[in-house]
């Protein structure tokens, strides 16, 4: 039964998946990004399709592209736009993944002019972001909430904290100690934890990381 995607268990649900990085606007022609490709939010979001759901896709720039009819896709650039969009649509969803990798800060001012080179140093302030995924965990009311953690170090306990904090059912560590792993890979290294158990994982590809995460969510929702 466990990956089985044959069988729409999903069908009637609706998810909403958070992916790619967001662009935090320095002046008109510049930006403070990552390198996150949107990859794993892709993979999920047509892994949750392909199990009868209806998606709802929010993705910071991305080259990843998706034609599945049951995936409505939301594009947009700033973690305070994507913040904008999930609470559209948050409400309505009994599952919300969120895979994207969002700015912490963003400058304080956007220069409305290209910033001319002079100094020999430049500072620009930043503030923090708003947490959009601590925000759906204060709002849950139905949702069967999934984040996603990336840590380089203490990282089981990291997650945990997260898990905690933003008041999750699961969350999914991202190991970048393993080669092959993580942001610009077309592989991950994971481990799901909730706050009774952990499950990990082998190195495979982000369309098989995306089954796990299904297959994971629904082994814990239909139970
Ligand atoms: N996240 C979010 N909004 C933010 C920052 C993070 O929704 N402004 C979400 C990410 O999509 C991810 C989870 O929170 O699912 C954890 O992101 P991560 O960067 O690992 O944790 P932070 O809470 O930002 O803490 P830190 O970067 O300091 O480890
Ligand atoms: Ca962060």
């Known amino acids: 039964f466990f990956n089985n995607v044959n069988s729409k268990n999903l069908a009637g649900k609706t998810v909403l998946v958070t992916a790619g990085p967001t662009y935090e606007a320095i ?19 047509e892994e949750a399709a392909k199990r009868g759901a209806k998606v709802i896709l929010i993705s910071g720039p ?46 304080k001012e956007i220069a409305k ?9 430049l500072t620009i302030e930043l503030v923090k972001n708003p947490d959009i995924l601590k925000t759906m965990g204060e709002r849950k009311t139905k949702q069967f909430l999934v984040g996603f953690a990336l840590e380089t170090q203490n990282e089981e306990e990291n997650a945990k904290g997260k898990l905690e904090k933003k008041n999750l059912d699961a969350i999914v560590l991202n190991s970048l100690k393993d080669e092959g792993a993580g942001f610009k890979n077309d592989t991950n290294k994971i481990k799901i934890i909730t706050k009774t158990e ?5 190195l495979k590809s982000k369309d098989e990381v995306a089954k796990d995460i299904l297959a994971f969510i629904e082994s814990q929702i239909l139970k």
Do not use: W
Not at 28 to 45: D, T
Not at 79 to 104: G, P, R, T
Not at 113 to 121: G, V, Y
């Open 27 to 45: 002046d008109p022609v510049r930006f403070i990004g990552n390198h996150s490709s949107g990859k794993m939010g892709f993979s999920i979001a």
């Open 198 to 202: 952990m499950q990990e994982f082998n």
């Open 113 to 121: 002019e290209k910033i001319k080179k002079s100094d020999d140093s």
């Open 62 to 107: 991305s080259n990843q592209k998706t034609e599945n009819p049951n995936i409505e896709i939301h594009r947009l650039t700033s973690a305070k736009e994507m913040f904008e969009e999930v609470f559209k649509h948050y409400e309505n969803c009994d599952i919300a993944i969120a895979s994207a990798a969002v700015a912490d800060y963003a400058p």
